[in-house]
């Protein structure tokens, strides 16, 4: 017998948004490390690490970029509004939960906890 799904809100606080050059890892909506894909190192001067991310940039048909506060999807971009000049990364390819690894480093990141 297959174990039920859980239905309940989300309570996962760890995510992953990936696009062509990098990894941009969350705690909530707080971005605490930015990994380089073609290295595998810790950009750790990125200007995304410790700011709030804002929501998603979508392109409309015609190609014009249009800022929403909803959550990132693949094909649009991460948009950090706050804290600083506007940073609008590349297109996400992919949506992930991070590794274990991946979030135990997250404590050498200034005010992040890995509970």
Same mark, same amino acid.
């Not at 409309?60 to 190609?63: E, L, S, V």
């Not at 991946?102 to 990141?109: P, S």
């Given at each position: ?8 809100p989300?309570r996962?606080r760890?995510r ?8 941009y890892?969350?705690r ?6 930015v990994r380089?894909l073609q290295t595998?190192r810790w950009?750790d ?5 410790g %700011?709030?991310?804002s929501?998603?940039? %979508?392109l409309?048909?015609?190609?014009r970029p249009? +800022?929403? +506060?909803a ?8 948009y950090?509004?706050e804290?600083?000049?506007?940073l609008i990364?590349s297109?996400l390819?992919?949506?992930?939960? +991070? ?11 200034a005010?992040?906890?890995?509970d």
């Open positions: 017998m297959a174990s039920p799904r859980y239905l309940g989300e996962r760890h992953m948004y990936v696009t062509r050059n990098s990894e890892h969350f909530d909506t707080l971005c605490v490390r380089d595998g950009l001067s990125h200007l995304a690490i %700011r709030k991310l929501g998603a940039i %979508r409309t048909q015609d190609g249009v +800022p929403t +506060p959550a990132p999807g693949i094909g649009e971009a991460l950090f509004g804290e600083g000049r506007d990364t297109v390819c992919a949506v992930e939960r +991070p590794s274990a690894g991946a979030v135990q480093t997250y404590a050498a990141t005010g992040a906890e890995t």
